[in-house]
């Protein structure tokens, strides 16, 4: 029978360039003459920007220090075992990268093994053993704290989750197993599906100690010697743990449906994970720990060599590494300073783009607009939300004072915009508006000061045409919600200089945007493709496909919202003018629906009514829905769907509209909340066939977002 050492050696050779954790063991006695004590210190040898992972030669050091441990504890000659991390970081989890890099299920498997078998050798340990929390834990990190006896946590923890469901895989290494055992099905369900499904949400300290996932909950400054003050107190018999008795009945099985009801609304059955997931905690239920490491075993490896966990991590990597490194972006050298920031307009989006600025660069941030009643509208907007944060105990009240002194409002453009450096319009959607606000903005502005739009269809270089400097115009399209959508569509014009990209770049950063370069090509990357994608469902509605099928037919790609709700949230009237504006553009592929006209005719907000809780088909829209006879199934509309998307992602990508479809993938995933299991759009195309069917070819090279060939 292989050995753990054996098998955690083959498994390290398939990982050749794995950032290798120490775990390092010294001993220390314990306060009130509690005894020897051996104390295992995670550390991969960087500082807090480069988490502590565990790959396989990490669990094989960690392995060799338990043998010493287990010797030790064996002989008498230490009453209890700790495990901690470096500064800021417990341990995050299975190295990624090398997962990636897996091409067998044996393979797959024996990652799952390798874990399970390490981390049992704590809880078999002969002395009592003590996970101290003391940073950032995740995954691995969570579980392997699972498997002792006690736990503390750091008030100052800042994320803390079992993230894996979200990448497209299962707790593995016993979360599945022992976090229900320990805390009951319902809060770890909480944890492991409805957090994860949740864009990973993560606990802090506090959190995890109210949730029972540690017994003591101590300051950051003093964390670890809190920590082994509690550990004598506990091995002296002075403290004694109670845990709550777990409920196996009902309410286990109820959590479990919970659950279920959680992945069906956010995936749909689309995607895994968070059913295999719940198939093991319905079955911990027995308290069978050896039987839910086999079950976690299996689900891992299935899941690893499968197409949705390479398309999870795909995602991951676009958000965490290319969102933060924009493909094509200027030398960041080039970006000017920004120490005033002008909007022009003041309505509910120039309101949240002056809120956006004003909070995160922290300089004086002027708007204006045609009259006194809007500017001070848009003004009291800001105040009000700074008023919310200082509710919320977000802000104390010097630094809500400090912002709100901050924000002004003027009519006169000339007074406002004479010392800015950033000026960014959010005005009615109509070129000749757009280019009389510019004019009359240039006219006042200092020379240097960029001249950014929100546009979200129309072109920059157009706007910027009639400048005696086009060079500093900047396309620097915003999502809705602002505050909540992170994606930033930067859209060089073709007079657009380095100089004001570079800034544009630079702005972005600042206001933690994931910035993206697009070319200045009608609608740039989102509205194009969900026009498309929209378009096409109107087609089959307009053809004499029922509402319900259309709706129902893109399900499985486990959008967070159907098309119609999402044309809701969009406004009617919007989604009506951006497939105006690509119909003029492209009147090949992008219908105008007379449909959606009379709707947005009549003044309608959406399709649906909400009276029965529920989207139900608004008996007003459907008097006005004229429908032809031709009546498609679900499978034919999500197939003529996803043609049509394939088609006009292969059309951008000739275009030259983005760099690469990893590019196009960060867009949807960032800016319309396209699933993060799907890693955006042209993986599930790739594995779906869409793409070779339409374009002749895939989207992305083998082994990225899928298995290596």
């Known amino acids: 029978m292989t050995t753990t050492a054996e098998l955690l050696k083959q498994a390290s050779e398939l990982f050749p360039d794995e950032v290798v954790t120490s775990a390092h063991v010294r001993h220390l006695d314990l306060p009130f003459g509690a005894g020897r004590f051996a104390l295992i210190t995670l550390d991969n040898g960087f500082d807090h920007t480069k988490p502590t992972t565990f790959g396989p030669a990490s669990l094989a050091n960690l392995n060799t220090a338990i043998d010493q441990v287990e010797k030790e504890a064996a002989a008498g000659e230490i009453v209890g075992v700790g495990i901690t991390g470096k500064p800021f970081i417990f341990a995050v989890g299975a190295d990624l990268k090398g997962v990636e890099l897996l091409k067998e299920h044996e393979h797959a498997l024996a990652i799952g093994k390798g874990g399970h078998e390490v981390f049992k050798r704590l809880a078999a340990l002969a002395v009592p053993t003590f996970a101290y929390y003391n940073g950032a834990a995740m ?5 392997v704290g699972l498997h002792c006896s006690y736990r503390t946590v750091s008030a100052a923890l800042p994320a803390f989750s079992l993230p894996e469901v979200f990448l497209g895989l299962v707790p593995g290494w016993g979360g599945c197993t022992l976090l229900p055992n320990l805390i009951g ?14 864009q990973n949400k993560q606990l802090k300290g506090v959190q995890v100690y109210e949730l029972g996932i540690a017994d003591a909950l101590f300051e950051g400054a003093d964390f670890l010697e809190q920590s082994l003050l ?9 403290i004694v743990v109670d845990r709550p008795v777990i409920d196996r009945g009902e309410a286990w099985d109820q959590a479990v449906a919970k659950g279920r009801f959680i992945a069906d609304s956010k995936v749909h059955g689309a995607a895994p994970a968070a059913y295999r997931a719940l198939d093991i905690i319905a079955a911990a239920k027995n308290g069978d720990l050896q039987q839910g490491y086999d079950a976690e075993d299996t689900a891992l490896a299935d899941l690893i060599m499968g197409g949705e966990l390479r398309a999870g991590i795909y995602a991951f990597n676009l958000v965490q590494k290319r969102g933060k490194r924009p493909a094509g972006a200027p030398d960041k050298s080039l970006a000017r300073p920004v120490t005033k920031v002008g909007v022009v307009g003041a309505g509910l989006m120039a309101s949240q783009l002056a809120l956006l600025f004003l909070r995160r660069l922290e300089v004086p941030v002027v708007l204006t607009d045609i009259d006194q009643e809007r500017v001070d509208k848009g003004v009291g907007y800001v105040h009000a939300e700074i008023d919310k944060l200082l509710l919320k105990g977000r802000i104390n009240q010097d630094k809500a004072n400090r912002l709100k002194a901050l924000v002004t409002g003027v009519l006169d453009k000339a007074e406002g915009f004479a010392d800015a450096d950033f000026i960014i319009e959010a005005v009615f959607e109509e070129i000749g508006v757009k280019q009389q606000v510019f004019a009359e903005v240039e006219a006042v502005a200092p020379a240097h000061a ?6 979200s269809s129309l072109s920059v270089t157009e706007m910027a045409s009639k400048l005696k400097n086009p060079e500093r115009v900047v396309g620097f399209h915003f999502f809705n919600p602002v505050a909540i959508l992170p994606l930033l569509e930067i859209v060089r014009g073709e ?21 993206v370069l697009v070319k200045d090509a009608p609608a740039f990357v989102v509205n194009r493709i969900l026009t498309r994608f929209m378009g096409e469902i109107q087609n089959v509605i307009d053809e004499g496909t029922p509402v319900e099928v259309a709706e129902k037919a893109v399900e499985p790609l486990g959008l967070p919202m159907s098309p119609l709700v999402l044309l809701e949230l969009v406004g009617p009237a919007i989604g009506l003018h951006v497939s105006e504006t690509l119909n003029r553009a492209f009147p090949d592929r992008f219908t105008v629906s007379p449909n959606l ?3 947005v005719k009549a003044g309608k907000r959406g399709f649906y009514v909400y009276d029965s809780g529920k989207p139900e088909l608004d008996p007003e829209v459907a008097a006005l829905l004229k429908q ?5 199934t679900e499978e034919q509309v999500r197939a003529r769907v996803l043609d049509a998307v394939a088609q006009e992602i292969g059309l951008m990508l000739d275009e030259g509209v983005v760099a690469e479809a990893q590019d196009i993938d960060l867009c949807l995933i960032t800016g319309a909340g396209w699933p993060f299991h799907l890693g955006g759009i042209t993986p599930y195309l790739d594995r779906e066939g869409v793409s070779e069917r339409v374009n002749g070819k895939k989207f992305l090279e083998p082994g990225v977002a899928s298995v290596p060939a």
């Open 139 to 143: 995954g691995g990190g969570v579980e």
């Open 450 to 455: 960029i001249l950014a739009t929100n546009t």
């Open 185 to 198: 099905a319902d809060k770890a369900v909480s944890v492991i599906i409805e957090n994860s499904l949740n």
């Open 628 to 632: 032809g006879d031709v009546v498609l």
């Open 597 to 599: 006209a009379a709707v």
């Open 230 to 238: 509690w550990t004598a107190s506990v091995l002296k018999g002075e």
């Open 495 to 515: 007079q657009t200089d380095d100089a004001s990209l570079a800034t544009a770049f630079a702005v972005a950063k600042k206001l933690k945007k994931t910035a």
